[in-house]
């Protein structure tokens, strides 16, 4: 048994990740900035923002963990290197492993990336990616200074249970409800997926296998699967047709379609330019066989059948859809 902390773990991939290190016996400690868990007296609590370098050391200097995961990102003021490093540096000698959960928007672009292709520069446009890739580069820099194990995770795509973006979700209101959905341009766009459990899985392994020290790991379904391919895998789940309707992205933007809020035209933030990245690293040094994409939505969407949605607007989409035809 190993007592571990989990930087982040109670919403979506550090919720999949605290469930089976809970099944295994491991003692978790989630360090988190809000009040309570999903786990009660099962896990301990450190109530700490994890971008608040000064806090975290002051937390953290007592040492005790052998393994810290760490699955934070701050979507409103960023994570960076600083950051995350501090907490491993504070966690002391008796650390014997950090896994840290990156992406492949670390990469600076590309189609079929190995882990050892160029990680983004600093002043990548995309914060997000910039931000994971200096994470990751000072984390390696720190294992051969001090020679703390690290370990990183390049998930692509995450959907599973408890997503907290509107995505999986987005698609199976309209579907259904029997609407048509909005595929940008001709819906050509490569996309990965991999499920929030998977993620959690591979974390894991990547803590317990000594050749992962130093290594990072791609994550994602293979082979790639287009906007218009994710659709229908979506409707296939559900056990439904789906009409989709084609859109010019430039009639999109000019309507005011956006990524990232609403009007929401295919999800948050998933029409993006293509990224893919090859996984046989994953299976060679660490045996995780992923999910397949439709076994893992057909899982998804029993989980998304209980839930309480709220009523969607198709204002919006109506407007669009009208104009397009």
Same mark, same amino acid.
């Given at each position: 048994?190993?007592?571990?902390?989990?930087?982040?773990? #109670?919403? $979506?991939?550090?919720?999949?990740?605290?469930?089976?290190?809970?099944?295994?016996?491991?003692?978790?400690?989630?360090?988190?900035?809000?009040?309570?868990?999903? !786990?009660? +007296?099962?896990?301990?609590?450190? %109530?700490?923002?994890?971008? +608040?370098?000064?806090?975290?050391?002051? &937390?953290?200097?007592?040492?005790? $963990?052998?393994?810290?995961?760490?699955?934070?990102? +701050?979507?409103?003021?960023?994570?960076?290197?600083?950051?995350?490093?501090?907490?491993?540096?504070?966690?002391?000698?008796?650390? %014997?492993?950090?896994?840290?959960?990156?992406?492949?928007?670390?990469?600076?672009?590309?189609?079929?990336?190995?882990? @050892?292709?160029?990680? /983004?520069?600093? @002043?990548?446009?995309?914060?997000?990616? *910039?931000?994971? *890739?200096?994470? &990751?580069?000072?984390?390696?820099?720190?294992?051969?200074?001090?020679?703390?194990?690290?370990?990183?995770?390049?998930?692509? $795509?995450?959907?599973?249970?408890?997503?907290? $973006?509107?995505?999986e979700a987005f698609f199976w209101d309209?579907i259904r409800a029997g609407r048509p959905?909005?595929?940008?341009?001709?819906?050509?766009?490569?996309?990965?997926?991999?499920?929030?459990? @998977?993620?959690?899985? /591979?974390?894991?392994l990547a803590a317990d296998t000594p050749?992962?020290?130093?290594?990072?790991?791609?994550?994602?379904?293979?082979?790639?699967? #287009?906007?218009?391919?994710?659709?229908?895998?979506?409707?296939?789940? /559900?056990?439904?047709?789906? &009409?989709?309707?084609?859109?010019?992205?430039?009639?999109?933007?000019? /309507?005011?379609?956006?990524?990232?809020?609403?009007?929401?035209? !295919?999800?948050?933030?998933?029409?993006?330019?293509?990224?893919?990245?090859?996984?046989?690293?994953?299976?060679?040094?660490?045996?995780?066989?992923?999910?397949?994409?439709?076994?893992?939505?057909?899982?998804?969407?029993?989980?998304?059948?209980?839930?309480?949605?709220?009523?969607? @607007?198709?204002?919006? &989409?109506?407007?669009?859809?009208?104009?397009?035809?």
């Amino acid at each position: 048994m190993a007592r571990v902390l989990v930087i982040g773990g #109670t919403l $979506f991939i550090g919720r999949a990740l605290v469930a089976q290190l809970l099944a295994r016996g491991d003692e978790v400690v989630i360090m988190h900035r809000g009040h309570g868990t999903p !786990f009660g +007296d099962r896990v301990g609590e450190i %109530r700490c923002d994890r971008n +608040d370098v000064a806090a975290v050391r002051a &937390e953290l200097g007592g040492g005790g $963990f052998d393994v810290i995961y760490d699955n934070v990102y +701050d979507w409103q003021r960023g994570t960076t290197a600083e950051q995350i490093v501090a907490a491993a540096e504070a966690a002391g000698a008796e650390l %014997r492993r950090y896994i840290f959960t990156s992406s492949i928007a670390a990469y600076a672009g590309g189609l079929d990336l190995a882990e @050892d292709a160029p990680l /983004a520069p600093a @002043d990548h446009p995309n914060v997000y990616g *910039a931000q994971k *890739a200096a994470s &990751e580069r000072a984390l390696f820099a720190l294992q051969h200074a001090s020679g703390l194990a690290v370990s990183t995770l390049r998930p692509a $795509f995450v959907y599973g249970k408890h997503n907290g $973006f509107d995505r999986e979700a987005f698609f199976w209101d309209r579907i259904r409800a029997g609407r048509p959905v909005i595929v940008p341009g001709d819906g050509s766009r490569l996309m990965q997926w991999v499920m929030a459990a @998977d993620v959690a899985r /591979a974390a894991i392994l990547a803590a317990d296998t000594p050749a992962a020290a130093g290594r990072a790991y791609n994550l994602g379904n293979w082979p790639p699967v #287009t906007q218009v391919e994710f659709v229908q895998a979506l409707a296939r789940a /559900a056990g439904r047709s789906v &009409e989709l309707v084609h859109v010019p992205r430039e009639r999109i933007r000019a /309507a005011g379609g956006s990524l990232t809020h609403p009007p929401l035209y !295919f999800g948050t933030y998933l029409d993006l330019p293509s990224l893919t990245v090859r996984t046989e690293r994953l299976r060679a040094e660490l045996g995780l066989e992923l999910t397949t994409l439709d076994e893992g939505l057909r899982s998804t969407y029993r989980w998304y059948e209980q839930q309480q949605r709220p009523e969607p @607007d198709f204002s919006w &989409e109506d407007g669009l859809i009208a104009a397009a035809g």
